[in-house]
Structure formats: structure tokens, C-alpha cells
């Protein structure tokens, strides 16, 4: 038998011994009031509402003697720098044979800060499909092109032929611009699938008023020698492909049957003059552990992680501009919480240390988890895996869970077995083109070699409860709906804390830690032996 296969078996027949004070969902339900409250302003990153409520945090710990874990008590500071786009003093115009047609920020696009705008840019637009370059498939939609100098009008999106997670690393920031760089294109221009929209375009085009930032320490610019990124409304695309012998819908229908796209230069360029506001921003995670009793295995630790940030205060949506963030991710950082509760009280604790990181700035491109990712605040070899809750949306009865990252290690296995135990089926992403497996903290972690995963309530495709999901995402994601108002089924919220409980457990308790598959993309990533 594989070691695996054998701690399967054993945790199995075990299974009554896991057995806990069952969570009812209660406790998980007031701490997400707490912080969720318009008292904490939406826990914008470096806000006195994110301080507020990691403060809270810290007091709960505390008072729960679970021990701090930070570089200062509880406490690892993150510096950032804000960039916000002085709109008055920016604009975008395309340029078709010598004429130019202003662009009206908000309405045809946003501009993404994520990117070091250059003051002044004037290129010309490539359309490159998916803007992918996978060379484990001999991928390449950049061949036979010339983007020296020029913007990369992207399609998002992957064909069907690419594996899920391999598509979504390829579409992460930092492989994008890897590719960018190479090709010698000087910025980006994104139109979203209409097919894979998590929000509506007057949402985005709202939320572009929030600040973006970056981690401040350069070493960690995805992004360098970028001078131009932006989102273009895709009801607005056409004004892109006019005279190309293409119209959007006929590659937006492509792009929802994840077919081929083509590729081809644009009769056009895009010309802008932006201006870019800069302040440095302190932050702060908040990190706690609770000791394993076994005298070698306690030096590993499993790592759970919620980010506790949202988007603090924007434009009124029916009166309200607070963002509480309730479900995002108020919703992970409580369970969080319960769990050093139940662990650090057991009469017997697991064998490995469980390490408890509520990031901050994940809503800025998960830059708290990349810092802790890269500089732990215990050794980083003995991270031996990463569970991460973001956003699990106990909205409907747990029946199925879906796991982020169920074939790429070990931890898909336990997570199976410990799901199984509570009559829970589980699934991989039914929703491949939204890319969430590298879209939240764990993604951090996987790149440091650590086998990770995330999960969250599931459904079945063409059920009511898709369709539950799906007006969710529409009327309350990144929105202020987002708030303790809404309606949550506490049965399946303390069902997925136990099933997260059990996982923690099993991995904490194995004679072996867990290992990327042998046929995972992301085992590149793992320490040589």
C-alpha cells in the first residue's frame, strides 16, 4: 500500500475518534456579525476598520489562550503602496487612421493600477485570443504575431483542451507578464468572458473607484516594465473590432464554448494620458498556532488561512456604500476562530501545530498571503499544507462540497475521506472559466511548493441551487448586499466548519505529510528531495 493509501484506510476505521462538539453554526454566525459591522467600514487594507477588526481578532485569541505566531506578538506587518487613478486628469482615446475616439472611463473601461501607468502611452493593439503560452501543450497564442511596443487585447478565457488549473496558472498575473515581457508588449487591454462574469459591468465600472496596491518591496513587482493595463467593457467590444471582419459576438460565443479564438493585429491604437496618486499603506496579518503535542511532528505545521480584508467603503448602491464583506470573507475569518477555539481546547490536540494566518490585501491581488507565503513567520520547510476558506457561502444545505485543487495532492484525498465520513460528496471546479483556483490565498502557498487547497459549498449543475449561487455572485458580490441582512442556512455553515475540522485534523494527525501527485502541474514547485 502507498502511505497514503494505508492512512486512508486507518483514518476510516478511526473515524469515531475524530468525533467533536458538533458546530451549529451559531458561534461562526456572531463572530461574522462582529465583523461585518458598519463599525469596522468594510475592512478596507491599512484602514482603521482592518486594524479595528484584526484588534477584535487578537482580543478573541487572547482571550481564548491560543498563542500568538506573528513577528510581533500576534502581528506580522505587510507594507504596501496604494495606487489610485486621478480620473480628472487621465484619458483613453482610440486612434483609427489618424482619428481619434475618446474613451469614457467606466463606461467603455477601466484602467487597472495594478500596473505603474506610464504617464503617456501611444500603441498599437494586437488581439492574441486567450493570450496564453503553455509550453506543456505546445500552446502558444502569441506565435506568428508582433507585439514589440504594443498592447495585448486579450480574450479571457481558456479552450477546452486545457486542463483546468493549468489554464488558471497561466492566466495569473505573474505568468501573464512573464509572457508579455517576453513578447516585448508594453501593457495589456482584458475583455471579460460575458460567459464567466462574476459581477455585472456597472459593478466593475463602480468598483474601480477603490485604491489598488502593491506589496512595497520591488523584489516582488509582477508586473514590471508595464506601462499600460485595463478592463474593456465587452458591450463596448465591438468598437475594437470594427473593420476586422470579426464581431465580439461571434468571438464572445467562441470564448463561452472555450473554442479556438484567432489572432490578429488591430486596425487601431490605443493612446492615453494617465495620472497616477501613490501613498505608502501599513497592514498587518494576524497569525496564531496551536502547539502539536507529538515532540518531532510539532515542528510541521498545517496551515489555515481567511483573508479578513474587503473593499471598505465605495459608491452607494441603494443608499449604502459600506462593503461589509460578510460572506467575503467575514464568513472564513470567523470559522477560523472557531476552529483555534475547538483545537487549542481539545484534551487532545493534534500531533502537528496548526497555524492559524488571517491574511490582509487579499482583494488587492493576495498580497498579505504572498508575504506570508515568502517570508513565514515559522520555518518555511516545515509548512506541510495549506487549507484555505474564502467566501464558502453556506447558502443552500451542505450536500456537496467543492474542492479547489482535489487532484493535485494528497489533501483532495483526505478531503474526500473526511467529507465522505459526514455523508458529503465532493467535486472538483464545475466553473473552470472563473479561474478561482488561483483567484484566493492558497494560490500563494501552492507556488511555494506546499500542496493546498480551498473549498467551498457546492451544487449540482442546473439546479435551483445553481441558480441560488449565481444571483448571489450578481446582486451581492463586492457589493454592500454583502452584509448581515442577508440569508444564511447555519446547519450547513457548521457542517462545513466540522468538515473543515476533520481535514485539519487528518492532515495534522498523519504519519506522513501530504504530496503533490505525480501527474500534477503544480508538483514542479516542490522542494527537490
Not at 492574441?128 to 507585439?147: K, M
Not at 493534534?350 to 492559524?356: D, E, G, K, N, T
Request: proline share 7%; charged share 20%; aromatic share 8%.
Amino acid at each position: 500500500m502507498r502511505p497514503m493509501t494505508l492512512l486512508l484506510t486507518l483514518l476510516a476505521v478511526a473515524a469515531p475518534a475524530l468525533a467533536a462538539p458538533s458546530f451549529d453554526g451559531r458561534s461562526w454566525w456572531h463572530t461574522v456579525q462582529v465583523l461585518a459591522d458598519d463599525r469596522y467600514e468594510g475592512r478596507e487594507t491599512g484602514s482603521r476598520g482592518e486594524r479595528g477588526a484584526q484588534d477584535y481578532l487578537v482580543g478573541r485569541l487572547k482571550a481564548l489562550h491560543v498563542r500568538p505566531a506573528g513577528t510581533h506578538g500576534y502581528f506580522q506587518p505587510v507594507e504596501l503602496r496604494s495606487r489610485e487613478l486621478d480620473e480628472a486628469a487621465s484619458s483613453v482615446a482610440l486612434v483609427r487612421g489618424g482619428d481619434a475616439l475618446p474613451l469614457v472611463i467606466g463606461d467603455d473601461l477601466v484602467l487597472s493600477t495594478r500596473v505603474e501607468l506610464a504617464p503617456d502611452v501611444d500603441a498599437p493593439l494586437v488581439f492574441v485570443g486567450y493570450g496564453l503560452r503553455v509550453p506543456e501543450l505546445n500552446h502558444d497564442d502569441y506565435a506568428g504575431l508582433d507585439l514589440k511596443g504594443k498592447i495585448a487585447v486579450v480574450f479571457q478565457g481558456s479552450p477546452a483542451a486545457m486542463p483546468s488549473a493549468l489554464a488558471a496558472h497561466y492566466q495569473s498575473q505573474a505568468e501573464r507578464w512573464k509572457t508579455l515581457r517576453a513578447v516585448g508588449a508594453i501593457g495589456i487591454l482584458m475583455i471579460p468572458n460575458p460567459a464567466a462574469m462574476d459581477i455585472p459591468w456597472s459593478r466593475i465600472a463602480l468598483n474601480r473607484s477603490h485604491p489598488s496596491m502593491v506589496l512595497a518591496d520591488p523584489a516582488f513587482d509582477e508586473t514590471a516594465g508595464g506601462r499600460f493595463g485595463g478592463t474593456f467593457n465587452p458591450a463596448q467590444a465591438d468598437k475594437l473590432f470594427a473593420g476586422t471582419g470579426h464581431d465580439f459576438a461571434e468571438l464572445a460565443k467562441a470564448g463561452a464554448e472555450r473554442g479556438p479564438l484567432p489572432t490578429f493585429a488591430l486596425p487601431l491604437a490605443l493612446r492615453a494620458h494617465t495620472r497616477l496618486v501613490t501613498r505608502a499603506v501599513h497592514s498587518r496579518n494576524v497569525v496564531a498556532v496551536v502547539p502539536g503535542r507529538d515532540r518531532a511532528l510539532a515542528r510541521e505545521y498545517v496551515v489555515l488561512t481567511a483573508h479578513l480584508d474587503h473593499l471598505g467603503v465605495g459608491q452607494p448602491i441603494n443608499g449604502d456604500r459600506i462593503n461589509n464583506g460578510a460572506m467575503d470573507n467575514a464568513s472564513g475569518s470567523a470559522l477560523l476562530l472557531d476552529l483555534a477555539r475547538t483545537l487549542d481546547s481539545s484534551s487532545q490536540r493534534p500531533r502537528r501545530s496548526v497555524l492559524f494566518v488571517w491574511v490582509t490585501a487579499e482583494e488587492k491581488g493576495l498580497l498579505g498571503s504572498r508575504y506570508f507565503a515568502n517570508h513565514p513567520t515559522v520555518p518555511g520547510p516545515q509548512l506541510v499544507a495549506n487549507i484555505n476558506t474564502d467566501m464558502f457561502l453556506p447558502i443552500v444545505p451542505l450536500k456537496v462540497a467543492t474542492v479547489y485543487g482535489l487532484a493535485e495532492s494528497d489533501l483532495g484525498d483526505l478531503a474526500a475521506a473526511a467529507a465522505a465520513r459526514l455523508g458529503i460528496r465532493v467535486q472538483a471546479d464545475p466553473e473552470p472559466l472563473r479561474n478561482l483556483f488561483i483567484r484566493s490565498d492558497q494560490y500563494n502557498f501552492i507556488k511555494q511548493g506546499v500542496p493546498s487547497l480551498a473549498m467551498r459549498v457546492g451544487f449540482d449543475a442546473g439546479t435551483p441551487e445553481e441558480k441560488l449561487f449565481k444571483d448571489w455572485l450578481t446582486a451581492r458580490y463586492h457589493a454592500p448586499s454583502d452584509d448581515t441582512l442577508q440569508p444564511v442556512d447555519l446547519a450547513a455553515a457548521g457542517a462545513f466548519e466540522e468538515l473543515t475540522r476533520q481535514l485539519t485534523l487528518d492532515v495534522a494527525n498523519a504519519p506522513v505529510r501530504p504530496r503533490w501527485k505525480p501527474d500534477s502541474f503544480f508538483r514542479r514547485y516542490a522542494p527537490a528531495p
